[in-house]
């Protein structure tokens, strides 16, 4: 055995394993239950790690649709990750890499890799045992030291064909870790968390539903050790009772998940019903005091201001909520500290070519994306926004059309981005289109440095930063460098200049945009500076509107 592989079977016999699987249906809110007791069991003290796991046969999230699957998130290490691993880093304030993202696709990759190597010896290679084994070798393998509890959270619903591996391989898993049978011993606990409807008609929560969905995680060999029913309402019936006697769950195990106004009222909830407290007492843990109260002070800050902020997202999909759930996510930490409520419209590109309406908003952001659709009807809107002095934000596409939309308007030059429309002199492009380059066709992803001067030096308060990428097209910069320079502060660049990263107009209230994907490093209690300035701009346009 490698010393590396000593140092992992080491650190993991001292991790407390949690197991979160759902039932009846999906989206129910596993990511966020797994991202409260995260959060639960940091504010005690303890060190977390979360995990995703998923069985879909994608290798990464990178080829998803927005629409069909939400957005893709990236981590630091440039891992194309599902909108959950997103919930973790806000959420639990943890910082994820590729080791906690793990596909069925991924699984079966590397195992059919090794199977091409002769690593099997000539072995029939099967779901059981090799599949699992892999999967678990993945669960245990780069825990950070000094972890104390490890979150996985299955994905999909138990019954799902594509799930059963999964089910099978944590089930062993925690066969071994517990192997004496015992409370005291025990390292692994899984939780089980399903729909709980509540037919208005009757005033009653239905728990048939949540019985059928244990009894089918039963047959997989899994007895779940606590159980969360997610429901619209508690009507503080005695349903807690019915599920335990057919669940074979003792009462102070399970648990409600009911509809809130804030994600972190759920937290509230699970903490003041005793989830964290039941969980450390499960692993013979100490109940260190608890500070979430603290976290809670800062995110129910009320708003002072009457008025509601309105800010519109110029979208290409139309399922704004999960497609640009972070973009979202980022408005609402910065709304919060701004202490201002507000709404978020959606105007679809598909449905709109006037964008006079803008007028009427404090505010616009342009998201990234790929693909041609929408683009003309965004540099349409780009444009209303930059002569109207209306506050906007370009991220990655958006910026690279705020570019196009320049000089095409203001310079009168016929360019384009080469994504969309071949030219001699494209004004976006791939670097290899102007330059000898080895990074031609290839998605730059993940974290890397940029030097700020200018307006962005001081929206960030600092020279230099890092912040996350997901593109392949770069602004052309060398080519029309003076027209550039007439129009925008070219004030974020790679450190070694090669990389336009961001641009300002100095003299608009706030017309910026940026080449990387800030809203993937905003939190409720680190709120991004550009979007904060955002909103700050878009607070001042509406004071002036009054």
Not at 347 to 361: A, Q, R
Not at 376 to 397: T, Y
Request: charged fraction near 25%; charge should be neutral; hydrophobic fraction near 35%.
């Amino acid at each position: 055995m490698t010393e590396l592989n000593k140092n992992n079977k080491k650190n993991q016999s001292k991790v407390s394993t949690i197991f979160i699987t759902g039932g009846v249906m999906s989206s129910l809110g596993k990511g966020i239950t797994a991202s409260s007791i995260a959060l639960l069991l940091k504010s005690r003290g303890y060190n977390v790690c979360l995990r995703k796991l998923e069985p879909y046969l994608n290798v990464d999230a990178g080829t998803l649709s927005p629409e069909q699957h939400g957005e893709v998130f990236v981590t630091e290490d440039g891992t194309e990750t599902d909108m959950d691993i997103g919930n973790y880093e806000r959420f639990a304030n943890v910082k994820c890499n590729k080791h906690d993202y793990i596909t069925s696709g991924r699984i079966f990759s590397e195992v059919i890799t090794a199977e091409r190597r002769g690593d099997y010896l000539g072995k029939t290679v099967q779901i059981i045992p090799h599949i699992t084994e892999k999967i678990s070798e993945i669960i245990n393998s780069n825990i950070p030291e000094g972890t104390d509890f490890l979150i996985c959270e299955i994905g999909g619903t138990v019954g799902d064909i594509e799930g059963l591996p999964f089910l099978e391989a944590i089930k062993k898993q925690a066969g071994l870790q517990n192997q004496k049978g015992q409370k005291n011993d025990r390292n692994s606990l899984f939780i089980h968390l399903a729909l709980m409807p509540y037919i208005e008609s009757a005033n009653e929560l239905k728990t048939k539903p949540v019985q059928h969905s244990v009894r089918e995680l039963q047959r997989s060999g899994i007895q779940p050790d606590m159980i969360i029913c997610r429901s619209e309402r508690n009507t503080n019936s005695d349903w807690k009772k019915k599920i335990s006697m057919f669940a074979n769950v003792d009462e102070s195990n399970i648990f409600g998940a009911w509809t809130q106004k804030s994600l972190y009222e759920v937290v509230n909830q699970y903490h003041e019903d005793g989830l964290d407290a039941q969980i450390c007492d499960f692993f013979q843990k100490n109940q260190n005091a608890s500070s979430i109260g603290e976290i809670l002070e800062v995110v129910r800050k009320e708003p002072i201001r009457e008025k509601e902020l309105k800010i519109a997202i110029i979208t290409k999909y139309q399922n704004i909520k999960d497609s640009y759930f972070s973009v979202t996510e980022a408005v609402k930490h910065a709304a919060l500290f701004h202490r201002t409520k507000f709404t978020l419209e959606a105007i679809d590109t598909s449905e709109v070519s006037n964008y006079s309406g803008l007028k009427d908003f404090d505010a616009c952001i342009v998201p990234g994306g790929f693909g041609a659709r929408g683009t003309k009807e965004k540099i349409s809107a780009l444009k209303f926004a930059r002569e109207n002095n209306i506050p906007c934000l370009g991220i990655c596409l958006g910026m690279q059309l705020m570019i196009v939309e320049a000089l095409q308007n203001i310079c009168n030059i016929d360019t384009n981005s080469s994504e969309f429309v071949k030219s001699k002199n494209p004004a976006v492009g791939l670097i290899d289109e102007w330059t000898e380059s080895q990074k031609g066709g290839t998605m730059r992803l993940g974290s890397y440095p940029c030097t700020l001067t200018g307006v962005l030096k001081d929206i960030y308060d600092q020279g230099l930063i890092s912040e996350r990428h997901r593109h392949r097209y770069e602004v052309n910069h060398s080519f029309y460098k003076k027209n550039l320079e007439a129009i925008f502060e070219l004030g974020a660049w790679s450190p070694d200049k090669s990389l336009l990263e961001g641009v300002a107009i100095k003299e608009h209230p706030f017309f910026v945009g940026v080449q990387f994907h800030p809203e993937f490093q905003s939190s409720m209690t680190n709120p991004h500076p550009l979007f904060r300035k955002l909103v700050e701009a878009g607070l001042k346009r509406s004071d002036s509107n009054k």
